[in-house]
T-cell receptor, first 111, second 116 residues
Framework: GNSVTQMEGPVTLSEEAFLTINCTYT??????LFWYVQYPGEGLQLLLK?????DKGSNKGFEATYRKETTSFHLEKGSVQVSDSAVYFC??????????FGTGTSLTVIP | EAGVTQFPSHSVIEKGQTVTLRCDPI?????LYWYRRVMGKEIKFLLH????????ESGMPNNRFLAERTGGTYSTLKVQPAELEDSGVYFC??????????????FGPGTRLTVL
């Protein structure tokens, strides 16, 4: 079946620290992979995506590379800011009509 | 352009009562989805509408949940009677019908349901 496993939180970092949130997946076929972010009081927003192996998605300084050989899509950012504090969800989509999400990782960045 | 909206933002009810959640998708989006996140767990798919038709309701937990999308516009999700394990955040999402394999889903802010 299809599933996503992501790093347990919560994660607390100091401003300008390096961020990695691990995400691995299980899927039949060739899924598209996503990172969604939920800021406090808001809905889920698409942060970045990759639709095929070796693609790198990037946005707002965040990056993730679709690694088929390790079935991973780890999220990274070189220097986090306080405004990055949010919950991050890794997700996959196999059919174009149903997302499979991870459990979410809460990130708090302190000044 | 308005995004996906959901109402109410928060609902607190007692076990056995009925609650109806509403979702207004982005105008023109044929696809509408419901998801649920139970405390600390992953966000799980509930069902998918294409216009007014249920395309996939494989994620609906049981027959206490009823989703409708009359006229293919807004959707309601009714829980009757509510149980304690129904507590969580219910998300709605919508997407265009483009014929591609990937259609970006736009999510609403969610409705937090608490069943006491």
């Amino acid at each position: 079946g299809n599933s996503v496993t992501q790093m347990e939180g919560p994660v607390t970092l100091s401003e300008e620290a390096f961020l990695t949130i691990n995400c691995t997946y299980t899927a039949t076929g060739y899924p598209s992979l996503f990172w969604y972010v939920q800021y406090p009081g808001e809905g889920l927003q698409l942060l970045l995506k990759a639709t095929k192996a070796d693609d790198k998605g990037s946005n707002k300084g965040f990056e993730a590379t679709y690694r088929k050989e390790t079935t991973s899509f780890h999220l990274e950012k070189g220097s986090v800011q306080v405004s990055d504090s949010a919950v991050y969800f890794c997700a996959l989509d196999r059919t174009g009509n149903q997302f499979y999400f991870g459990t979410g990782t809460s990130l708090t960045v302190i000044p | 352009e308005a995004g996906v909206t959901q109402f109410p933002s928060h609902s607190v009810i007692e076990k056995g009562q009925t609650v109806t959640l509403r979702c207004d998708p982005i105008s023109g989006h044929d696809n509408l989805y419901w998801y649920r996140r139970v405390m600390g767990k992953e966000i799980k798919f509930l069902l998918h509408f294409v216009k007014e038709s249920k395309q996939d309701e494989s994620g609906m937990p049981n027959n206490r949940f009823l989703a409708e999308r009359t006229g293919g516009t807004y959707s309601t999700l009714k829980v009757q009677p509510a149980e304690l394990e129904d507590s969580g955040v219910y998300f709605c999402a919508s997407s265009q019908r483009t014929g591609r394999s990937y259609n970006e889903q736009f999510f609403g802010p969610g409705t937090r349901l608490t069943v006491l």
